[in-house]
């Protein structure tokens, strides 16, 4: 399959902002998700890029560059209970629905 | 509530055993998806159907099975070709992207299989 790329491990102090950054391969998607995964629990939606720009939902926010395959997740003012893991995944391009994830990004938020 | 409703959440099998997770959602979803989830990787498609009585293999489908005899129902069947079974598996539905809707998935909560 087509290859989405996050880093394995980001570290945060609690109240402050970490940049998740996601890259693929352009020709194989259309748009990218986001979405949170507590351990052992199911992922949760968090946004949603079709096109380029930046998507603002309170906290957290998440931008879209078509041309360069580029995609971050930015979650700001960090608590506790953002220390998780950060799925990105490609919407493939051959049919609706079927998405490409990457490994997930774990987010360690230290007091 | 609308949801996704996989069972059982955890199950055991002894090698060479066929067993059978199930998922029912009532969102009125018209399609589905088994995804698998083993550490440190990313979720992977085992098999997905957007319409009743049609599914189609995903990036993984050897050694599982599935059916899509109701809208509501997608149950998954890991058989004993499956070699390496033990896994986390997850249920996901959605309906087609729109102008009104992203398509997202909605996933269950998971079913942990562990083959003894």
């Known amino acids: 399959g087509q290859n989405i790329d996050q880093p394995t491990e980001m570290t945060a102090t609690e109240g402050a902002i970490v940049q998740i950054n996601c890259t693929y391969q352009?020709?194989?998607?259309?748009?990218l998700f986001w979405y949170q995964q507590h351990a052992g629990e199911a992922p949760t939606f968090l946004s949603y890029?079709?096109?380029?720009g930046l998507e603002e939902k309170g906290r957290f926010s998440s931008f879209l560059s078509r041309s360069k395959g580029y995609s971050y997740l930015l979650l700001k003012e960090l608590q506790m209970k953002d220390s998780a893991s950060y799925l990105c995944?490609?919407?493939?391009?051959?049919?609706?629905?079927?998405?490409?994830f990457g490994a997930g990004t774990q987010v360690v938020v230290t007091p | 509530d609308g949801g996704i409703t996989q069972s059982p959440k955890y199950l055991f099998r002894k090698e060479g055993q066929n067993v059978t997770l199930s998922c029912e959602q009532n969102?009125?979803?018209?399609?589905m998806y088994w995804y698998r989830q083993d550490p440190g990787q990313g979720l992977r498609l085992i098999y997905y159907?957007?319409?009743?009585?049609?599914?189609q293999k995903g990036d993984i489908a050897e050694g599982y099975s599935v059916s899509r005899e109701k809208k509501e129902s997608f149950p998954l069947t890991v058989t004993s070709a499956q070699k390496n079974p033990t896994a986390f598996y997850l249920c996901?539905?959605?309906?087609?992207?729109?102008?009104?809707?992203?398509?997202?998935?909605?996933f269950g909560e998971g079913s942990r299989l562990t083959v003894l």
């Open positions: 159907s957007q319409i009743v009585n049609d599914f």
């Open positions: 995944a490609g919407i493939l391009t051959d049919s609706w629905g079927k998405l490409q």
């Open positions: 969102l009125n979803h018209d399609a």
């Open positions: 996901a539905s959605s309906i087609a992207p729109g102008p009104m809707n992203t398509g997202e998935l909605f």
């Open positions: 890029n079709v096109l380029d």
């Open positions: 352009t020709s194989g998607f259309n748009g």
